[in-house]
């Protein structure tokens, strides 16, 4: 049975390379050659923070960083961030068990054994459950990210005249929509949602 859950050959690598992830500046695509050139970072091993990063949610399919990876940056969101990106990379845990983060070592790779179909001695088993227990130290699971991440309030003024007729007066109107999003940890839903409200609402 195929599974989705990540992970990556040296996970100690990727603690590394978030901490100075951190430190630098957003840039606007995260490539290698930014990897290596501005983070430090070389080889192979290294190479597959990006891969790991893109299913975790903190890089767009084209490199680009995310929302989630701005905030992972920002010392007062940063745990909420990786929570989040965890939730996202392991979704398949945290589907079986809304509390995957919780779970002990052995309780946790039972878990992956069980999504996974493989043995327990398997090494993918084992590097699944290694990137998963390095990672989550960088989460906080008790805080939660600000409401702006899962809803939006969108006012907007209007002016509005009659065609070929003076401006006498300008009537401005402001309105607030209030959304309930799908429960859903795919940040794809929100983008469609959000893009079709700028779309069809926000353009003059």
């Known amino acids: 049975?195929?599974?989705?859950?990540?992970?990556?050959?040296?996970?100690?690598?990727?603690?590394?390379?978030?901490?100075?992830?951190k430190e630098a500046k957003t840039p606007d695509r995260f490539t290698q050659d930014f990897l290596?050139?501005?983070?430090?970072?070389?080889g192979g091993t290294a190479?597959?923070?990006?891969?790991?990063s893109?299913?975790?949610?903190?890089?767009?399919?084209d490199g680009t960083p995310t929302d989630l990876y701005k905030?992972?940056?920002?010392?007062?969101t940063s745990g909420a961030a990786m929570a989040e990106a965890l939730k996202i990379g392991y979704r398949e845990a945290f589907e079986r068990n809304e509390y995957a983060n919780d779970l002990n070592k052995e309780q946790f790779k039972g878990l992956v054994v069980e999504i996974t179909g493989l043995e327990a001695k398997n090494k993918v088993v084992r590097l699944i459950c290694q990137t998963f227990e390095t990672l989550k130290p960088f989460a906080n699971f008790d805080v939660k990210l600000p409401q702006t991440t899962?809803?939006?309030?969108?006012?907007?003024?209007?002016?509005?005249?009659?065609?070929?007729?003076?401006?006498?007066f300008d009537?401005?109107?402001?309105?607030?929509?209030?959304l309930v999003l799908p429960k859903t940890d795919d940040p794809a839903v929100f983008n469609a949602i959000f893009r079709s409200l700028r779309d069809n609402l926000l353009r003059k």
């Open 171 to 178: 009537l401005n109107l402001s309105y607030t929509i209030n």
């Open 150 to 168: 899962v809803e939006e309030k969108i006012s907007k003024k209007e002016e509005i005249s009659k065609p070929g007729e003076a401006r006498d």
């Open 54 to 61: 893109k299913k975790l949610g903190l890089l767009n399919s």
């Open 71 to 76: 905030k992972l940056r920002n010392d007062s």
């Open 36 to 42: 290596e050139t501005k983070l430090g970072f070389k």
């Open 1 to 21: 049975m195929a599974s989705k859950l990540p992970y990556v050959n040296q996970p100690g690598t990727m603690v590394k390379i978030l901490n100075k992830v």
């Open 47 to 52: 190479r597959q923070f990006i891969p790991l």
